[in-house]
């Protein structure tokens, strides 16, 4: 049997190939795709660092235009997965599947095509985008408050178009003047985030954290009000914050709310919408909120300071002396708000079996030290039993002593008193004897003188006889 050959002509096989080839989707890379924006006026310091610090993800960098990329550091154009330019737009143009988009401290607005890209790329792919504002320092984005407001355009444009986000920057400073590497201004933040959402997972060896000249991270309303993520006073979640808003970086509760920009009411500049000039204690510089996007949950992180552009990037490892776990927390950081956990979670595990294992090791030393202690006190307990029995024998023959000395007292005192009433006999027998001597004496005087009278009268006798 002859087999019969097909032959179809060339256009007929382009058509074939457009009905039933797949559809053109961007290709899914096999590690997680993080895009930096460096189409907005930033700089690249701090970029390098990022890439270092996650090697194991596929950096893509976003550039305006093609005379941007030869300005690019070496260790950049090396390690970049992909340069795409034409700034924000590239998200949705590129054929890469990008899960996580960072623009750090913008300081040129984002055009509407760029916010539109964002959105649309939010509502496909994206999973994660960070934010990050600076403080009202007129330095880089905090120059006219650029930053902020360059975010908060975009935040807002993301929640009038079906992203719900409520985060976003306030206009003003956080100083900590006791948590920081040496000035009030550079603040060590504390990495404190709940247990929800597995966000306690960021602060495995990652507690502080570079903020270098931060502003304050706020929440808003449906009705456009402003409020704060914790209050000051207690650190605590505020009454009111959605459950999808976590802190995660804050200030210690000595910290405060300055104001640079407007110095006075009518200059240049914003103030503060949930913070206010003067104000102490705890303050979120940095936060993440869960959004829900169709069947889908997004991560959007609003921060008052960035990874990179800013004076000190927030990945800095030791600033001024004060050691920091910059790096570690930015790859938490990122690690977490892609949902990748394993590495977290494996952390944790070791954290809880090192933990567990010290317990027991704490354990058994305190059970091998209550022991030798139990020991030690039972030997000296029955030492002190002998040494008490002994002295209570000691104390039993000093008491039959005393006894014997009472009684040999008492038996003197018998004595004495024998004494005394021989001696009382005695005096009256000298007394009685006194008198009878005395009644002697005067019967001898009385006789002597009886004797002197009569003589005298016999010589008187005599003389008369004389006479006659």
């Known amino acids: 049997m002859r087999t019969k050959i097909l032959t179809l002509s060339a256009p007929l096989v382009l058509l074939l190939v457009a009905l039933f080839a797949p559809a053109v989707h961007a290709a899914r890379t096999e590690l997680p795709t993080i895009a930096i924006d460096l189409a907005h006026g930033q700089q690249v310091n701090g970029v390098c660092a990022m890439m270092s610090v996650m090697p194991d993800a596929y950096w893509v960098i976003i550039v305006p235009d093609k005379a941007s990329i030869e300005q690019l550091d070496n260790c950049i154009k090396t390690r970049a997965y992909a340069i795409l330019t034409g700034g924000l737009t590239a998200l949705t143009k590129s054929e890469i599947s990008i899960d996580g988009l960072i623009i750090g401290q913008p300081v040129t607005p984002l055009s509407e095509d760029e916010k539109k890209a964002v959105l649309d790329w939010l509502k496909g792919d994206g999973s994660m985008l960070w934010c990050a504002t600076d403080s009202d320092y007129p330095a880089q984005g905090g120059n006219q408050e650029l930053a902020q407001h360059i975010c908060n355009d975009l935040l807002d444009y ?103 920009q407007p110095r006075n009411p009518g200059e240049p500049g914003e103030f503060g919408c949930a913070h206010q000039v003067g104000e102490q204690g705890v303050f979120v510089m940095l936060a993440a909120e869960l959004v829900k996007v169709g069947k889908s949950t997004k991560t959007i992180i609003v921060s008052g300071e960035s990874p990179y552009y800013g004076y000190q990037s927030m990945l800095t490892f030791k ?150």
């Open 158 to 260: 993301l929640a009038e178009n079906g992203i719900p986000v409520h985060l976003r920057s306030d206009y003003v400073s956080v100083e900590d003047p006791v948590s920081n590497t040496g000035r009030s201004y550079r603040v060590v933040g504390l990495v404190k985030p709940p247990a929800k959402y597995n966000a306690d997972l960021i602060a495995l060896g990652a507690e502080k954290v570079l903020m270098h000249g931060p502003g304050a991270v706020m929440w808003v309303d449906e009705n456009g009000d402003c409020h704060k993520i914790v209050d000051p006073a207690t650190g605590k979640i505020a009454s009111g914050t959605p459950d999808t808003i976590v802190p995660i970086v804050v200030t210690t509760k000595n910290g405060n709310i300055v104001e640079h």
């Open 319 to 468: 600033y001024h002396g004060v050691m920091l776990d910059g790096p570690r927390f930015f790859r938490n950081l990122v690690l977490w708000s892609l949902g990748y956990l394993g590495e977290l979670k494996a952390l944790k595990q070791v954290e809880e079996v090192a933990a567990k294992q010290a317990e027991q090791a704490v354990a058994q030393q305190v059970g091998t030290i209550k022991s030798e202690v139990e020991n030690v006190v039972n030997n000296k307990v029955a030492t002190l039993e002998q040494k008490v029995s002994s002295l209570e024998q000691k104390v039993t023959s000093v008491d039959n002593n005393v006894n014997s000395l009472v009684k040999k007292v008492n038996d003197i005192d018998n004595q004495v008193k024998s004494l005394a009433e021989k001696v009382k006999e005695i005096e009256n027998v000298k007394s009685i004897a006194n008198s009878a001597n005395n009644k002697a004496s005067s019967a001898y005087w009385y006789g002597i003188g009886g004797l002197v009278l009569a003589i005298i009268a016999l010589i008187a006798a005599g003389l008369a006889m004389s006479k006659k």
